[in-house]
Nanobody
């Protein structure tokens, strides 16, 4: 399984970005797809996750600002990020869980700065 993430960049505080992550390879029963992030000097943390049955879970710090969605036909997960704050600056990693195995994308940098 390969994960290709895109959509990161530099944005001003209060701005928006949309990340996308497309999965390819041996895809047959995805349990969940989601996003994690890691800021400099900090541990990687969960941002948002969407399960196969349609449920979603968000970190408290992004609730109401970020929205995760999935296109199951395209094996793609999106993260719409609104009202971005400087503390959202991090490398964002796409994550996929299938048959109890976890896969990671290469990471995409999101920088929120004026």
């Amino acid at each position: 399984v390969q994960l290709q993430a895109s959509g990161g960049g530099l944005v001003q505080p209060g701005g928006s970005l949309t990340l996308s992550c497309a999965a390819s390879g041996s895809i047959f029963s995805i349990n969940a797809m989601g996003w994690y992030r890691q800021a400099p000097g900090k541990q990687r943390e969960l941002v948002a996750i969407a399960t196969r049955v349609g449920s979603t879970h968000y970190a408290e710090s992004v609730k109401g600002r970020f929205t995760i969605s999935r296109d199951n036909a395209k094996n793609t997960v999106y993260l719409q990020m609104n009202s971005l704050k400087p503390e959202d600056t991090a490398v964002y990693y796409c994550n996929l869980v299938q048959q109890l195995r976890t896969y990671w994308g290469q990471g995409t940098q999101v920088t929120v700065s004026s």
